[in-house]
């Protein structure tokens, strides 16, 4: 892992990276979005795989603008609106952003995920290509702050894990249930699920390794429904319950207070994230791009976070 600078400015027009004291993240100033540079893009691309998960406040964005913006992140992706909607085709004027929102105009959801909690999970892991960045933009935040988003350094946890459990889970696979979103709800045209063994969903390693950085984190996706491969079920529930209490620890996340004008992006090959919920009478508007990632897989002979005992230069002392 390249060593991460503390926050300084040393020549005009350069950015300044702020590590916030937690597990992951870091503010990014440096203006108008819409403004950088090829160099200042990527020292801010540079900046999300050090740390994760990024925040850039005080923008103001058109659709284009923010879908522009992410593209010096990688390729964009086509939002699926069947996995992530009840028929509500509104929520994508635009090919490459998802509204996600629990206002209601004209009887119609203007959006995805309404107002209740969103669990901890990946975004589309129960996709078999899931995607690496998303990048959520706020339009309009409930007036008390609430809807606050949550992250989990997930190199951290793998490399936290007891050795013998770390040892244990290299290899091993999961199924990553289809059937329902992070909020809970069932998708359209999925079928309640009996058995996780046979859900519809794809398979990934259990620990992945990163395409860019080199190093394997725990690749959880989502709790619900998810299935460790090859063990008996009852041997598989208590693997993951293991996994997922010593995931959710303190230690490991930081929680964002949202801003209008406020863009986070994210990795999603390394975080985890979660939506407190919020006063199904306020108002949530925010808008979502995400580009293409790559097939999960392991590399046996990749970083262990070996050369990393702290797992993140500025994790929470354990």
């Not at 079928?191 to 969903?201: K, N």
């Not at 995931?247 to 975080?271: A, I």
Request: aromatic share 8%; proline share 7%.
């Amino acid at each position: 892992m390249k060593s991460v600078q503390r926050s300084t400015r040393p020549t005009p027009g350069a950015i300044e990276v702020k590590p916030i004291a937690a597990a992951l993240g870091a503010e990014v100033v440096c203006g108008d979005v819409r403004k950088l540079d090829q160099r200042q893009s990527h020292a801010i691309k540079q900046a999300w795989l050090d740390h994760l998960v990024l925040l850039i406040r005080d923008q103001t964005l058109t659709d284009d603008e923010l879908v522009a913006f992410a593209q010096r992140f990688g390729k964009l992706s086509h939002p699926v609106a069947g996995h992530q909607l009840h028929g509500n085709v509104e929520a994508f004027r635009h090919p490459h952003v998802n509204v996600v929102s629990n206002v209601i105009e004209n009887g119609i959801p203007i959006g995805s995920l309404g107002d209740g909690e969103a669990y901890w999970h990946t975004d589309f892991s129960f996709e078999e290509v899931p995607y690496a960045a998303t990048m959520l933009y706020s339009l309009e935040i409930p007036p008390d702050g609430s809807g606050n988003t949550g992250f989990t350094n997930m190199y951290l946890a793998y490399e936290t894990l007891p050795r013998a459990l770390r040892e244990r889970i290299r290899g091993l696979s999961t199924k990553q249930d289809a059937s329902y979103n992070s909020a809970g709800m069932l998708r359209r045209g999925y079928q309640p699920v009996t058995d996780v063994r046979v859900s519809p969903g794809p398979i990934h390693p259990l620990v992945r390794t990163h395409a860019e950085t080199g190093r394997n984190c725990l690749y959880l996706g989502r709790r619900n429904f998810a299935y460790i491969v090859g063990l008996p079920v009852d041997e598989s529930e208590r693997l993951l319950d293991a996994l997922w209490a010593h995931t959710d620890q303190p230690r490991f996340q930081w929680h964002h207070r949202w801003r209008v004008g406020d863009v986070l992006v994210w990795d999603n090959r390394c975080t985890m994230h979660h939506r407190d919920a919020f006063d199904p009478k306020a108002r949530r508007v925010m808008h979502k791009t995400m580009t293409e990632g790559d097939r999960p897989h392991f590399l046996p002979t990749a970083d262990d976070g070996a050369r990393h005992p702290r797992g993140y230069l500025h994790a929470a002392p354990a």
